[in-house]
DNA sequence: CCAAGTTACTTCGCGCCTAAAAATAAGCCT
DNA sequence: AGGCTTATTTTTAGGCGCGAAGTAACTTGG
């Protein structure tokens, strides 16, 4: 971490941020606990929450009694401060949601998209986000930000550039088009899975873990890896690309191109192409949902088999992140690990343990996913969040969007 | 990052960090140049730098002779402030150094030591530290901190403590027993892998990267993890465990008992043991630094196979840490990675380069390492240097030793 | 040799900041 | 009602970085 000079305004912003994330994230607190929890004195965390008042931040929510005292006040985030909207791009379609500060949903918009072309995605965003502000009747001007979860690797630069090879998309400057196509509040462009990962370390089974995996088991397979609470993102935000670390050296050719990547095993598309094989057919099911779901409850030995190698090579892969990364814990997600896991978690974590070292091992926790099939959007939606609480919301630093 | 409270303290100390730090990287500079380069104003640059001076920290170095003005005075940090002392516990003997602040080696004792046995290296070190501190005739005092790198991962606690399988440590609490042997200044114990590689990025071929990966080849193999410039830990400290990922599905059977190890095709061992398994050979090597050079420089073409196979697995674990970790730069060290690197490192870029997903493979870039037979003594000795800077030599905060 | 010019560094006053102490508010209990 | 307890606000004190206004230490050009 390359650390850099402060001044005495950094420091307001510092404190102000640590109050709003510990009133944001652990609900309604009194000053009082506020400022035990923060390490504030009572003087500043009554001084900080009262600019933070004025401002609008924050509301008061009722009062605690005390057994023989001045009962304490609660504070709690204003949810009405402002707005923030999550977009999930698909491969299916757009979703695009409208939560208050609190992350209440207010609103939903679903737009299936046949083809995911550039254009027309931008075009389908910029028409969600006014559909739901209109459903709603919340002014463009409450909104703090848009988050878009993307597939595909997010290049963040000025403006989020995207690369998504499955879907043929090479650098396609999505941040710039959204805003061509009428998007006004700031945009926080993202990778699907890195949104998803994030919604479940605040809202899910990654809650309180400051070193964790969210594993993500869809048609294919990503990951999230958090790292002291953030997001990994490397150099160039292209970190996380378990999919196609290899773990059968020569083995099948994934559609990367290379030999034994991790997705050519152990993603739903993996998985029915391997059972295919098996039986010898060849017709790709129209529906991968239903047909994993068969799979996964054929009681035919083949299936069976199909399935177990699958736990094998799953397992495989998160004992590597194990290994790698020392988690506390491993969050197993995505629609189809949600299915897979259901039925075998045990297997898994066993596979998981043959394969990792003792101590890391014993270190972490393995749970299924616990968020909801807008997980992506919701994600996306925390980070206009994410970047407000962690700037203090300061007043005197410029804003661009009017709020 | 769970960031916490800061008071007015606080940012002097940071600013106080920013400075030195910046002295120590990058040599001499004066007021001028510091207030340019870190951002503050030159009034507190002045203000700080004097009080460094004052307590010792920094001194004068020469000045710039100017076209015209005043002249400006260099400012370095004072290589006579303290010293610190780097050990290097290895499976075949113990190599303790002393250094001073400026990380010019003065003295260095090596001792072999056949059964790696807990208390005896405690006593060894204890031994060494007496040593190198008599033969310079520097003060115990003076001594700001003693880095231990060791095998194995290392427990941060209260007190450290190590597990090393290979050489049978389990929950050896070394930094405990290293006290009790008699040595007084703070110690910092470190696995081997993560010191060797702080040396390569303050050092060596990692210097300037923020995010850089440093692959150690030796008997074994081993990483270290740099993101945003700081070695990666994990929740309890044992991140890293390459070696041990699975990379051959079902492969050949590790000394950790799995199949399928990365270790167990591209380590020095791996890679003998693989030649006298093709050759039906079964006399290990007693010398495997010399038998790899003659494996490595044998024109038979087993030896040949042996290796090209031994760079394509080495390329492709290489190639999984460029896909999760996306870093700018992987350094390749290590005796045997060196050694490899040194006849090989195109075909090692070729492998990695086959298994990378492009976009990641085309931000880094691929090196020898830098750093010679001593980097984890010199990386252990960086622990306490690291400590100085970071925390801006606060002379309020209590010390330990008295220095 | 001296004055003017130039650049590096210091000093001082201001506006902020947090902490500690003191004062005030708002309940409970008898 | 009066004492007691606890929460919050106000006051005061000690720091900090910055900008402006000096001051120091040279070079240059006559």
């Not at 926080?188 to 998803?196: C, L, P, R, W």
Request: hydrophobic share 45%; with cysteine.
């Amino acid at each position: 971490m390359v650390r850099t000079r402060a001044t005495v305004r950094d420091l307001r912003k510092q404190n102000r941020s640590v109050l709003l994330t510990a009133l944001f994230l652990d609900g309604p607190l009194s000053r009082q606990q506020l400022s035990a929890s923060t390490g504030l004195s009572a003087a500043t965390a009554s001084t900080i929450t009262g600019e933070l008042l004025d401002e609008g931040l924050l509301v008061e929510a009722g009062s605690v009694e005390s057994d023989g005292g001045r009962p304490r006040v609660l504070l709690r985030v204003n949810p009405a401060f402002g707005h923030v909207i999550g977009v999930d791009v698909g491969e299916t379609g757009i979703k695009v949601e409208l939560f208050d500060l609190a992350m209440t949903r207010l609103s939903t918009v679903d737009q299936p998209l046949g083809f995911v072309e550039p254009v027309a995605v931008s075009e389908l965003i910029a028409a969600g986000v006014g559909e739901v502000l209109t459903a709603t009747g919340v002014a463009a001007s409450s909104v703090l930000g848009v988050g878009v979860g993307v597939p595909g690797t997010v290049e963040r630069g000025t403006s989020a550039v995207v690369h998504a090879q499955t879907i043929g998309w090479d650098a396609v400057p999505l941040e710039k088009m959204i805003r061509e196509a009428g998007v006004e509040p700031p945009l926080f462009v993202e990778n699907g899975a890195k949104t998803q990962g994030q919604a479940e370390m605040w809202f899910g089974a990654g809650r309180g873990a400051g070193h964790a995996v969210i594993v993500l088991v869809g048609s294919g397979v990503g990951v999230a890896v958090v790292t002291d609470g953030v997001v990994h993102r490397g150099a160039t935000s292209n970190a996380g690309e378990w999919g196609h670390t290899t773990i059968v050296y020569g083995g099948r050719r994934c559609r990367c191109g290379v030999r034994g990547c991790l997705e050519a095993y152990a993603g739903a598309e993996a998985m029915l192409a391997r059972y295919r094989e098996a039986l010898r057919r060849n017709d790709p099911e129209a529906d991968q949902q239903s047909a994993l779901e068969a799979l996964l409850s054929s009681r035919s030995a083949v299936a069976r088999r199909v399935v177990d190698e699958s736990v094998g090579y799953l397992g495989a892969g998160i004992a590597n992140l194990v290994n790698l990364f020392n988690p506390e814990r491993v969050v197993l997600g995505g629609w189809a690990g949600l299915a897979l896991g259901a039925r075998k978690l045990d297997e898994i974590v066993a596979a998981t343990a043959d394969h990792a070292l003792r101590h890391p091992y014993g270190q972490v926790r393995i749970e299924l996913g616990r968020t909801g099939p807008d997980a992506v959007a919701v994600g996306a939606a925390t980070l206009p969040v994410a970047a407000l609480l962690d700037s203090g919301a300061d007043p005197r630093s410029a804003r661009v969007s009017g709020f």
